[in-house]
């Protein structure tokens, strides 16, 4: 069964950088597209990027749009996520998951529409001074 892991999180300042990581294992990443969802303390998940599986169409929601990145290194199964000019309001746990379905901008946030299996532990990311 497949599984992610994901790393990379930390505290900094506003306007400071991160790069998460997910590191997939025991299933064929290079054929599924992948997202990253966080979620704030007291909030529900939020979907906030999008990539499909050959790495050439990306999505993300329009509070991350010109600061986050999304890619991906099919051939070290790994996702990775780029965060540029961090806000307070990025706080949260970062997971990276498998949708069900492609989406075509505007993608899901329920649990319900990823895989699952493909549910790490998650990566915290505190945005504060």
């Known amino acids: 069964e497949g599984q992610v892991v994901e790393s990379g999180g930390g505290l900094v300042q506003p306007g400071g950088s991160l790069r998460l990581s997910c590191a997939a294992s025991g299933f064929d990443f290079s054929i599924y597209a992948m997202s990253w969802l966080r979620q704030a303390p007291g909030k529900e998940l939020e979907w906030v990027a999008y990539i499909n599986a050959g790495g050439s169409i990306t999505y993300f929601v329009d509070s991350v749009q010109g600061r986050f990145t999304i890619s991906r290194d099919n051939a070290r199964n790994t996702l990775y996520l780029q965060l540029d000019s961090l806000k307070t309001e990025d706080t949260g746990k970062y997971y990276c998951?498998?949708?069900?379905?492609?989406?075509?901008?505007?993608?899901?946030?329920?649990?319900?529409?990823?895989?699952?299996w493909g549910w790490g532990q998650g990566t915290q990311v505190t945005v504060s001074s």
């Open positions: 998951a498998i949708p069900k379905r492609h989406c075509f901008g505007d993608c899901p946030s329920r649990r319900d529409d990823y895989y699952p």
